[in-house]
């Protein structure tokens, strides 16, 4: 059975709506789908091999404003004095740079203008100018600052995206940051805003770069820009400023890479790497300027509090030839980051950063990756397509897992290999979801077929063969096809008579057809055959159809001879029934018909009503023969087709030559007499020679010849007497008129 059309459009629909959306979302990352399947896969990747120590250890060391020197010395933002002091402390223990990881944005609150501003107006007294000079001779920090920032190999930093304090005014650039293949700004966010450090640090910092943004609440930190685009001018971070300054570099060069076509499946279009003047360094970015962050493990983080640098402690030599990254890590969450390594605050982020660029631990999304990750989607889902409709769900999901588990192994062994980032997620929850939707329409299906087998051969195969039919439901097809079947038609003789006597008992009516055709139904399914239908006291039975039976001929014979011995049953019960009612018993007999041809299989029902049937030459035929069997006498009539099959095999006795418009030079029809053991009886087979001169007389219109002939079978064991009895009568009747002489002994049965 063929579906519906409406169900076979669903069926190929939904999963292409499937691969279609997988696709969608690996061009276009609809609503960030694509990116959260890729940023969880890349995630575990680093907590399952994260970077490694460097056999010197780590190059930075963040510097940690944490809770206990919040504890000690206040909290953050601190006097200038103390500011001061800690750089000055860093630059003692020996670091060979000193970042400043957040802005130096607010006036020193605790500088003799900001106190008389904070105390104006003061009162007025005698005291007042002393009071005034005692305050204009306090010391200024700033300038000591300054002086501690000019001395010092030091960076500061400002904050994309918050607004400043003191104004905003454009951020120093101590070096150049030159494009080379295009415009980096294209490929970058455009920052409207952003707070500064005052602009006398920057003038003695020998950096000024930007500060990693603040977060969106919830939101993980994976990569760290190192160019930012303050309204159209470029900065570097104060990452690649502290690289520059501690290498002795003079500038930038931003690389830019376009295909010259402008598309490529091995290149995207996009930021490359930023080159530090000067110096070996290039670190490798996203198309957007963004540092993919490689985290390591803890001994690859280290970090010092400020209050033992500020108090000398032991801790203070562990930055001797390091780059020191002043951060906060109290006061404010929102310099706290959560990353694939853990909560880290901004300056241990700057730190791992510095680190992974001096070690060249870049991991790298290659041009083509999302080109392949595509590819992958669209050939992947349509062979699990394929394959699922094909061969059903077993060997679809077998496949499913075999491409996810390949496109694993190759995304993590090139992630250990050579750092690259390839995503086998969103091709692997595509290919599955569409294995599961393709198994859902194809299992929806075959229910749908399995309930119409049921409704249709629960009752006509046997067990073994409706299970057959189950298996492979697509044995039956909807339209028309051409198969060599064997047809069996077999009715009662005599049940008319008997009817009668059941007409106003409708169940014992019904009892008399179930004790026939139960029996009779068991006998052709116990012969791999079908019981096509049942028509008033008439069963019609077909072999090799649906199902495929070998030597069927033979199967219809012997179950046809199994019929004729069965019906003892159910003379005795009419016996028995008609002996207890005081009436005559009157015995059924059978006449059946066979034959063997090519006929149509298939729905003979309304396309709204699947009705599988089989009509043809053979069905009709045999259904001929079985309405004519009485006169012949024997009660099994088989055509010439069946005889081709069997007549080697079975006791076949010539008696008819049917005339037909199909075959009007007529087809021959038999006698089924009995099986094998039979045909070998040498009485059988001298009847058999005496019915050939019986037909070789009445062929040759040797009338008087034709009747001795028949005189003399009637003398032989086995004799028939009706079908004698039914040939004399055509012999008198041609002998008043004869059917001319190119008749060659057929009889015209008219239209089957």
């Known amino acids: 059975m063929n579906p519906t059309p409406a169900f076979r459009r669903l069926s190929a629909i939904l999963p292409g709506l499937v691969l279609v959306l997988g696709l969608a979302v690996a061009i276009y990352d609809l609503r960030g789908a694509g990116s959260f399947l890729q940023n969880q896969v890349f995630d575990l990747y680093q907590q399952i091999l994260p970077r490694s120590a460097a056999p010197a250890g780590p190059r930075a060391i963040h510097v940690d404003i944490d809770a206990e020197t919040a504890k000690r010395y206040g909290a953050w933002p601190w006097p200038r004095k103390r500011v001061a002091e800690l750089v000055d402390r860093v630059r003692e223990a020996g670091a060979s740079a000193v970042l400043i990881d957040v802005p130096l944005s607010e006036p020193d609150p605790t500088a003799s203008r900001e106190l008389m501003r904070l105390w104006a107006p003061l009162p007025a007294g005698e005291g007042q100018p002393g009071l005034i000079g005692?305050?204009?001779?306090?010391?200024?920090?700033?300038?000591?600052?300054?002086?501690?920032?000019?001395?010092?190999?030091?960076?500061?930093?400002?904050?994309?995206?918050?607004?400043?304090?003191?104004?905003?005014?454009?951020?120093?650039?101590?070096?150049?940051?030159?494009?080379?293949?295009?415009?980096?700004?294209?490929?970058?966010?455009?920052?409207?805003?952003?707070?500064?450090?005052?602009?006398?640090?920057?003038?003695?910092?020998?950096?000024?770069?930007?500060s990693l943004a603040d977060g969106a609440p919830g939101a993980r930190m994976r990569d760290l820009p190192l160019l930012v685009n303050l309204n159209g001018t470029l900065y570097p971070a104060n990452v690649l400023e502290t690289l520059r300054v501690a290498r002795g570099g003079s500038g930038y060069r931003a690389i830019v890479t376009t295909p010259e076509s402008g598309f490529s499946f091995e290149m995207e279009p996009g930021i490359d790497r930023v080159a530090i003047e000067g110096t070996p360094l290039a670190p490798r970015t996203m198309k957007d300027g963004k540092l993919r962050l490689y985290f390591g493990r803890d001994d690859t983080r280290s970090a010092v509090p400020a209050w033992q640098v500020l108090a000398r402690d032991a801790a203070a030599p562990l930055l001797e030839g390091r780059i020191a990254v002043i951060g906060?890590?109290?006061?404010?969450?929102?310099?706290?980051?959560?990353?694939?390594?853990?909560?880290?605050?901004?300056?241990?982020?700057?730190?791992?950063?510095?680190?992974?660029?001096?070690?060249?631990?870049?991991?790298?999304?290659?041009?083509?990756?999302?080109?392949?990750?595509q590819l992958f989607i669209f050939l992947g889902g349509i062979v699990v397509i394929l394959v699922v409709r094909r061969f059903r769900f077993r060997w679809g999901f077998v496949l499913t897992l075999l491409l996810i588990g390949g496109a694993g192994y190759a995304s993590w062994w090139a992630f250990e290999t050579h750092r690259w980032l390839i995503d086998p997620a969103l091709g692997s929850v595509t290919l599955f979801a569409a294995c599961l939707t393709c198994a859902l329409m194809t299992r929806l299906h075959t229910e749908d077929e399995i309930r119409f087998i049921e409704t249709q051969f629960g009752r006509r195969l046997s067990s073994s063969g409706l299970a057959k039919m189950k298996a492979n439901p697509r044995l039956i097809r909807a339209e028309g096809t051409l198969r060599d079947v064997t047809s069996v038609v077999a009715g009662l003789r005599g049940f008319n008579i008997i009817a009668d006597r059941y007409l106003e008992d409708p169940t014992a009516y019904a009892d008399i057809l179930n004790r026939f055709f139960s029996p009779m139904t068991k006998i052709v399914q116990d012969r791999n055959g079908m019981v096509d239908r049942g028509v008033g006291d008439t069963l019609y039975a077909v072999w090799n159809a649906p199902l495929d039976a070998s030597d069927h001929a033979s199967?219809?014979?012997?179950?046809?001879?199994?019929?004729?011995?069965?019906?003892?049953?159910?003379?005795?019960?009419?016996?028995?029934?008609?002996?207890?009612?005081h009436l005559s018993h009157v015995p059924l007999s059978l006449s059946i018909g066979i034959d063997t041809g090519t006929a149509i299989t298939g729905n003979m029902g309304a396309v709204q009503r699947f009705d599988y049937g089989v009509l043809g030459e053979p069905v009709s035929f045999a259904a001929y023969l079985q309405k004519n069997a009485r006169h012949y006498g024997p009660a099994i009539i088989v055509g010439e087709g069946t005889q081709r099959s069997v007549g080697d095999r079975y006791a076949l006795l010539e008696i008819d030559l049917v005339s037909t418009p199909r075959h009007p030079e007529g087809r021959r029809v038999y006698a089924l007499l009995g099986d094998p053991i039979m045909r070998a009886n040498p009485k059988f087979r001298a009847l058999q020679e005496a019915h050939a001169l019986i037909f070789s007389a009445y062929r040759s219109q040797r009338w008087a010849e034709a009747r001795a002939a028949i005189a003399e079978c009637r003398k032989l064991n086995g004799a028939i007497p009706t079908l004698y009895?039914?040939?004399?009568?055509?012999?008198?009747?041609?002998?008043?008129?004869?059917?001319?002489?190119?008749?060659n002994g057929a009889f015209f049965a008219g239209r089957i």
């Open 134 to 210: 005692a305050l204009a001779g306090l010391p200024d920090y700033d300038r000591e600052l300054i002086a501690q920032l000019r001395a010092t190999p030091s960076i500061v930093s400002f904050l994309p995206g918050k607004t400043g304090f003191d104004g905003q005014h454009m951020p120093a650039r101590p070096a150049a940051l030159a494009p080379q293949g295009g415009d980096p700004r294209h490929y970058m966010r455009d920052h409207q805003i952003w707070r500064p450090t005052l602009a006398p640090f920057e003038a003695a910092a020998r950096g000024v770069g930007a």
């Open 328 to 373: 906060v890590s109290a006061n404010g969450s929102e310099r706290l980051f959560d990353t694939p390594a853990g909560t880290l605050a901004s300056g241990a982020i700057a730190a791992s950063a510095i680190d992974q660029i001096v070690e060249g631990a870049y991991l790298v999304r290659p041009g083509w990756a999302g080109s392949a990750e």
């Open 555 to 581: 199967k219809g014979c012997d179950a046809a001879l199994r019929m004729v011995e069965n019906l003892e049953a159910l003379n005795e019960f009419l016996e028995e029934d008609a002996r207890r009612q």
């Open 725 to 743: 009895d039914f040939y004399e009568a055509r012999i008198a009747a041609y002998e008043a008129n004869p059917p001319g002489e190119h008749w």
